[in-house]
């Protein structure tokens, strides 16, 4: 069964501080990985989708790294403002097929001005 | 935004009653999903759909059922209501695509069991 870590559970970080936010997941065996951003009371919004055979990909001050083999993926902000405060999920596609996502519980990011 | 509609947004009800939470897609996405969010536990995929009539059970499906009888509706029922499943549901879809599958959620449905 496919199992999805991310570490730490909450960080607060001064505004303008880069940052590295960090999932695992137990199960190698995934054709792609998405990170999502959740705000309070609200649905999830994809930031980036990952595919097996990428190493990374970016999208403005965003960067997501994936390392299959060992099971990790990293989503790197830079230059933190108050407005990327919200919670960070990965997922990834299930042992029980790609249509079943597992998702993380998330890192709950505070950017202080 | 993906078009995604969820209703009611904020339900409660009494144990024992049946309730229906209804998603709606303008995108013509094959892929449909109900996901719960509880602190704690993450999303977890209760039930999914992958054409109209064909569904799936996710890993939370016990006490809930669905059904597709068109591309864009996709209904979440609890057939008798229980306070464990007070919680946050969402609907999401995607495209069918293995590689490139981005999932799209709605706003949510705050479900309160009382």
């Known amino acids: 069964k496919q199992e999805v870590t991310q570490i730490p559970a909450a960080l607060s970080v001064p505004e303008g501080e880069n940052l590295v936010l960090n999932c695992s997941f137990t199960?190698?065996?995934?054709?792609?990985l998405q990170w999502f951003r959740q705000d309070p009371g609200k649905g999830l919004t994809s930031l980036l989708l990952i595919q097996s055979s990428q190493r990374e990909q970016t999208s403005g001050r965003l960067n997501a790294s994936l390392d299959k083999s060992s099971g990790r993926s990293t989503l790197y902000i830079a230059a933190s403002q108050p407005g990327d405060s919200a919670t960070y999920l990965c997922a990834v596609p299930s042992s029980g097929g790609y249509q079943k996502v597992t998702f993380g519980i998330g890192t709950k990011l505070q950017v202080i001005p | 935004d993906a078009g995604i509609t969820q209703s009611p947004r904020h339900k409660v009800t009494e144990t024992g009653t049946p309730v229906t939470l209804r998603c709606h897609q303008t995108e013509n996405h094959r892929y449909m999903y109900w996901y719960r969010q509880d602190p704690g536990h993450g999303l977890r995929l209760i039930h999914y759909s992958y054409g109209v009539k064909d569904t799936d059970k996710g890993e939370v499906s016990d006490g809930y059922s669905v059904s597709r009888s068109k591309t864009e509706d996709f209904l979440l029922t609890l057939e008798s209501a229980t306070s464990s499943q007070t919680s946050v549901y969402f609907c999401?879809?995607?495209?069918?695509?293995?590689?490139?599958?981005?999932?799209?959620f709605g706003s949510g449905t705050q479900l309160s069991v009382l």
């Open positions: 999401a879809i995607s495209g069918g695509d293995r590689v490139n599958e981005k999932l799209f």
């Open positions: 199960d190698s065996a995934i054709y792609n």
